[in-house]
């Protein structure tokens, strides 16, 4: 079974930018980083975001607010950084507190900026097929991986385990457009394994640690992990069972060091389209 | 083979708006049908729909605007039909000629009056799930005749063949919504009929005349046929070759007599509900 690493798609995508960069003239773009409290796993998101800006050559400056902040005025605070001139692109990192209306920032947000794709307007262009708006970066991420190790998508049987907003339904919109033929299974799917063996491109986004082992793979076929979870042990691990797919997979992500590394690399990617650094 | 009758599942959704009317005080609710051009199927479509409000106790009026007319002298009409108080839902017969400029069209139209759900706002809301949209009519009748019949839905293999933004994408979210295990199929499909074999609720929506036969069908499947056309001995046809499914099928919507009649149903029910004589 081949690895899919995502540190190498993520370093082409970077000489891609890299390259653009060397037309561009102006200060190098800057992505805002939008966050409410001090969760772990937004902090460590955050940490590895800026990491990736300053790879690719961008600037990032995080916006911190506290966790309590009454709705009115966050969205004020949010507003500013929206019209801010020099903010070309804004990470919301989400879910954000109760007292905050998630679904008015995300229809506040300019689209134009809106880099992991949560305005309606960008939902209706990824379910449109028009590429001139933003995907959820996790959904084109696997994308990303599929065509920098050039396994072909037409025609090819695609199954995505979960139907999330960011990663289930976007990615099935985008697989159709790469005209795979794709099905959607989530929790009330009858015999999963079943279903999951006819996949020719396995997608695991169930946000459940460890949740397809070998069963559900058929021979042959690639299986990209989207989930990251800390096991019992303190491990990082996916929602496949990485060792036990080996002897059926032809190729798999693994976790850590599949996916999660190009979602920030496509969020760069995004960063440079917002800034005119990029066309496409 | 049970034939599932759209006259019958009208009825009913006829009877339910009825019903809400009683409540209802004020002058009926106003459908606006907007109409650039003749084309002989938007005259019928135009008269199918106007004759179905009527029956539901709506009014309906027909806008109708010359085939040639200029870009801004369209969006300035339609504009003062989308601010018209008296209007409370608007359909709009597509496609628009060319000089029309579709996607400002549907950027423009109110999302309350958008009862065929082409606007933006509607396709994010049908995207994501969330109920309080319009989901484009055709789609959402399929659900209806499945509901009607009393046909479960959560937990069945679902395949859609065709990728349209006002049939097969929406389609595929209002199933998953319903928990179905849902697949959409298209022109480059390998081995279609293979797929739909797996179908225990098969949807047609390809827009090729007779495209499937009984190879297609598994056994017990229950076929929705979207398509409508008129085949070269000029009889009405669909997607589906209907006696040929007839063995394998266990219950399917003839054409015409199927979805079509309920897909003005629905455009009533949405307009029902734009005029808030129904609240969901």
């Given at each position: 079974?081949?690895?899919?690493?995502?540190?190498?798609?993520?370093?082409?995508?970077?000489?891609?930018?890299?390259?653009?960069?060397?037309?561009?003239?102006?200060?190098?773009?800057?992505?805002?980083?939008?966050r409410v409290g001090e969760k772990p796993d937004d902090l460590s998101y955050e940490r590895g975001a800026m990491k990736k800006m300053e790879s690719f050559g961008f600037r990032a400056r995080s916006y911190a607010f506290p966790e309590g902040i009454p709705d009115a005025e966050f969205r004020n605070a949010f507003q500013a950084i929206n019209a801010d001139p020099g903010v070309a692109g804004i990470l919301v990192l989400?879910?954000?507190?109760?007292?905050?209306?998630?679904?008015?920032?995300?229809?506040?947000?300019?689209?134009?900026?809106?880099?992991?794709?949560?305005?309606?307007?960008?939902?209706?262009?990824?379910?449109?097929?028009?590429?001139?708006?933003?995907?959820?970066?996790?959904?084109?991420?696997?994308?990303?991986?599929?065509?920098?190790?050039?396994?072909?998508?037409?025609?090819?049987?695609?199954?995505?385990?979960?139907?999330?907003?960011?990663?289930?339904?976007?990615?099935?919109?985008?697989?159709?457009?790469?005209?795979?033929?794709?099905?959607?299974?989530?929790?009330?799917?009858?015999?999963?394994?079943?279903?999951?063996?006819?996949?020719?491109?396995?997608?695991?986004?169930?946000?459940?640690?460890?949740?397809?082992?070998?069963?559900?793979?058929?021979?042959?076929?690639?299986?990209?992990?989207?989930?990251?979870?800390?096991?019992?042990?303190?491990?990082?691990?996916?929602?496949?069972?990485?060792?036990?797919?080996?002897?059926?997979?032809?190729?798999?992500?693994?976790?850590?060091?599949?996916?999660?590394?190009?979602?920030?690399?496509?969020?760069?990617?995004?960063?440079?389209?917002?800034?005119?650094?990029?066309?496409?």
């Amino acid at each position: 079974m081949e690895i899919l690493k995502g540190a190498e798609v993520s370093a082409r995508m970077k000489e891609q930018v890299l390259d653009a960069m060397k037309q561009y003239e102006g200060d190098p773009p800057m992505l805002a980083i939008v966050r409410v409290g001090e969760k772990p796993d937004d902090l460590s998101y955050e940490r590895g975001a800026m990491k990736k800006m300053e790879s690719f050559g961008f600037r990032a400056r995080s916006y911190a607010f506290p966790e309590g902040i009454p709705d009115a005025e966050f969205r004020n605070a949010f507003q500013a950084i929206n019209a801010d001139p020099g903010v070309a692109g804004i990470l919301v990192l989400l879910p954000l507190p109760k007292q905050i209306d998630s679904s008015a920032v995300a229809a506040m947000i300019d689209p134009k900026k809106d880099l992991d794709g949560i305005s309606p307007v960008n939902m209706a262009k990824v379910f449109a097929g028009d590429a001139s708006g933003y995907a959820p970066c996790t959904a084109e991420a696997v994308v990303e991986v599929l065509k920098a190790y050039e396994i072909p998508i037409s025609g090819r049987r695609a199954v995505i385990v979960g139907r999330s907003l960011v990663v289930g339904k976007p990615l099935s919109m985008l697989l159709l457009k790469e005209n795979a033929t794709v099905t959607v299974c989530h929790t009330r799917t009858v015999d999963l394994p079943a279903v999951c063996r006819q996949a020719e491109i396995l997608v695991a986004a169930a946000g459940k640690a460890r949740l397809l082992d070998g069963s559900y793979v058929g021979d042959g076929a690639v299986v990209i992990d989207v989930g990251i979870h800390v096991d019992a042990d303190g491990k990082l691990c996916g929602d496949v069972d990485f060792e036990s797919v080996r002897e059926r997979a032809s190729m798999a992500t693994p976790v850590p060091g599949g996916v999660g590394t190009v979602t920030t690399a496509v969020l760069a990617k995004h960063l440079a389209r917002a800034a005119g650094v990029l066309t496409e």
